[in-house]
């Protein structure tokens, strides 16, 4: 496995506090497809630990190519795989580290 | 330095994009102090690859505890070297792992 990561995908969601165990629930489904398919290289997902949190959920994920990872979600699979988080409202972005 | 995170601060930024080097040198401007403090672990800065990005950039910072993050940033150091960034409208929030 490469440590080149050049594709990196963050989305913020929007949660409910009650629908926590929700949330994470569909998004182990989601993952659990995707980490079958090509070109995935690993997701962190990070739960807020403040209360009044804009966000309560944000999932850094990575990729080897961006190409890969339009394959890998506009898949009818993953339409399935991921049919639980479409109740919750995202903020998606796909990026590259520029600095550290 | 330990391999365990237990604090992350995520930052997502609205920036113009004629914006953007301004914006970089802001950011690498409060990160070159931040990484003098007590408890600072490493920072990764994500630019978006989407033209139409709701958030241009998102950074992705480590601390070993809230306290030391907490006193690191509200220090009048801290906002002289961050005062760069005040334009920019950003939604931070504070997270631990619960996913990979």
Partial sequence: VSS???LVLINAFEVPEASDDEFV?????ART??????GYVGTTLHQTVSPDAEFRFVNVAHWQTAEEFQTAVTSADFRAAAAGLAQFRSHP??????GT
Same sequence: chains 1, 2.
């Fill in 25 to 29: 629930a569909a998004w182990e489904s």
């Fill in 4 to 6: 080149h990561h050049p």
């Fill in 33 to 38: 497809f995707l980490e079958t398919q090509p």
């Fill in 93 to 98: 972005g796909l990026y590259r580290v520029v």
